[in-house]
């Protein structure tokens, strides 16, 4: 019999498992160094998790409170979104990869390739020339980023006892916010005072002391169909054959083509034109394909899928998935359009748009500490979820009543609830998720969820970028008119869809206009905001959302009793 009273010999289609050990003794399987205390290389590995989660949060937001700075440094505005999507498209597409590699390679390779990578594409961007290199960095550092904070939840996972995991999910929740409190707030002053390659430049030692630890004291093991550790001892090319090379392709092709398209609409000169042009049909077609085909290769591989079909198919689950597609969507889109709004609406350097985001953004951390320490009472799950979705949409509703001669401790206060929501919600998400599955699927239920709020991300960022420069398009045709000529109106478009620094230069009234063009446009953005949480709230209230895994179809009596002993594991993870 197993640990947890279940022969593995009587389950299909599961992981192989070699030497299981109890949850107890997991604490410790991980790290065999013999000049160690037990104690030391749990806390040297915690170290290194907590690290990359810090650093996960800090790389999100770094970029979007200094893309503008950036982007008018290298007179390319329009391009300058593309600082923040390059990185979120390559963290969405590389992301679910992790949690099926994982299982398959071992967690230690994957942690050490993830901080690799990472740490070499912060180094590229802090020592490109172009903005068209510095994107391909960001590209690149996101590869390495999909990995960081997925990975880290996952070995904790194996390593933490089940009756501590809450308090650790909780401290990862902090740090998580932590670090995107620091990359929102200090992006703007360090690219200020240092200059913005250092950005990404201090990420790299960083990056490069948790791959270290990664190296000598992660190994390559795994959970098992009994909720213990078992190294993978299979050859590279059965581990390859295991690998869903194609699905990986399709699902990067199909995220790529969805990005350009959303990206070349906002900037293009004329966004009515661009719908019906060759460019947006090919690449819209090519979207829908390449994800038609990822879809069916999923159900028919016999790799190991990157999104298993038995993922998707309950209604519950599904239905969790949507809202974090929704609630992702809403957080980037607010952390994207804020910096914007502070910098061109009110005229704030990008220092000072940084620390505007000061005092809000420590709240996201707070949110996410009193749900991982909430969690443990899967009774809170539900009214934690409806929380922070509803915390999100008053905080999104809270924007709309800042005006450019607000007080600074009235805006701040405005934008507390959105960022309380935030550090509520996702974590909330995640495990409503996992609450729906046994261990053994935990890695790739943990990379599915996480790729789904990450899709939501990047539609947040190129969709919001998107209806702004459409909005402050037709906006501006308008106020302008009487103004400027027709010529110089589209000169001046022209002009700032490169770089938005030309506003300062503008005679008053013309500067009134773009002002003003761009206020009603980042608002509409925000309507669009309000719109999808309340969606997202009308969801979460599905009492399928909060089945509990007994409850799961084709359950016989035995595994009915283990899913009671696995639902204390899961719910004390945050």
């Not at 550092?141 to 999910?169: H, W």
């Not at 250092?198 to 960083?206: D, E, G, T």
């Not at 997202?536 to 009492?543: H, M, N, P, R, V």
Request: net charge positive.
């Amino acid at each position: 019999m197993s640990v947890l009273g279940q022969n593995p010999n009587e389950r299909k289609n599961v992981p192989p498992s070699y030497s299981s050990i109890s949850r107890e003794e997991q604490m410790f399987s991980l790290t065999e160094r013999p000049s160690w205390s037990e104690r030391h290389k749990v806390l040297l590995i915690e170290t290194a998790l907590f690290t990359n989660v810090f650093l996960s949060g800090l790389d999100s937001t770094i970029s979007a409170s200094t893309y503008q700075l950036i982007g008018n440094e290298f007179g390319d505005v329009k391009l300058s979104s593309w600082i923040t999507t390059a990185y979120l498209i390559t963290c969405t597409s590389f992301q679910p990869l992790y949690g099926s590699f994982s299982d398959t390679l071992g967690r230690r390779h994957c942690l050490f390739f993830a901080n690799t990578i990472f740490a070499l594409g912060c180094f590229g961007c802090g020592t490109t020339t172009t903005i068209y290199s510095l994107i391909l960095m960001r590209a690149l550092t996101g590869i390495g980023g999909g990995g960081l904070i997925t990975l880290s939840t996952i070995i904790n996972s194996d390593i933490i006892p089940a009756k501590k995991r809450g308090i650790y999910q909780a401290f990862q929740n902090v740090l998580l916010g932590t670090g995107a409190v620091v990359g929102a707030s200090c992006g703007g002053l360090i690219a200020t005072t240092m200059g913005w390659r250092w950005c990404f430049l201090l990420q790299v030692p960083i990056s490069v002391g948790g791959t270290l630890v990664a190296f000598f004291f992660v190994h390559d093991q795994r959970p098992d169909i009994n909720g213990g550790v078992s190294a993978v001892r299979t050859t590279g090319w059965e581990k390859l054959e295991k690998i869903d090379f194609s699905g990986a392709l399709l699902l990067v092709l199909g995220l790529a083509c969805q990005l350009f398209f959303l990206t070349l609409n906002s900037t293009s000169k004329s966004s009515e034109s661009y719908w019906y042009s060759p460019q947006s049909i090919v690449l819209t077609l090519s979207t829908g394909v390449s994800l038609i085909l990822f879809a069916y290769v999923e159900h028919t591989t016999k790799a190991n899928p990157i999104i298993p079909h038995d993922l998707l198919r309950q209604a519950h689950g599904a239905t969790v998935l949507i809202i974090s597609v929704l609630v992702g969507f809403v957080a980037y889109a607010y952390i994207f359009t804020l910096p914007l709004y502070f910098q061109v609406v009110i005229g704030d350097t990008a220092a000072k748009a940084g620390l505007r985001l000061t005092v809000p953004s420590f709240c996201t951390p707070i949110g996410g500490l009193i749900t991982g320490l909430s969690m443990k009472n899967p009774n809170h799950l539900p009214v934690l979820l409806i929380s922070g979705i509803t915390c999100m949409l008053l905080g999104n509703l809270c924007f709309l009543f800042i005006k450019p001669w607000t007080p600074y401790w009235q805006t701040s206060l405005l934008l507390v609830p959105a960022n309380v929501g935030q550090g509520i919600t996702f974590p909330s998400t995640l495990f409503t998720f996992l609450f729906a599955f046994p261990p053994y699927k935990q890695a790739t239920a943990t990379s599915t969820l996480y790729l789904f709020r990450s899709v939501g991300c990047v539609w947040g960022v190129a969709g919001t970028s998107s209806l702004i420069q459409y909005a402050v398009r037709n906006q501006a045709k308008k106020s302008l008119n009487g103004l400027l000529t027709e010529k110089e109106i589209r000169k001046l478009l022209l002009q700032l869809s490169h770089t938005t620094s030309q506003i300062k230069k503008l005679p008053p009234d013309v500067r009134s206009a773009v002002i003003s063009s761009y206020d009603n446009a980042i608002r509409q953005a925000y309507f669009l905001s309000v719109f999808l949480c309340t969606i997202a709230i009308l969801l979460s209230f599905l009492k399928r959302v909060f089945k509990k895994r007994d409850e799961h179809e084709g359950q016989d009596s035995n595994e009915t009793e283990n899913m009671h002993i696995r639902r204390e594991s899961f719910t004390s993870l945050i």
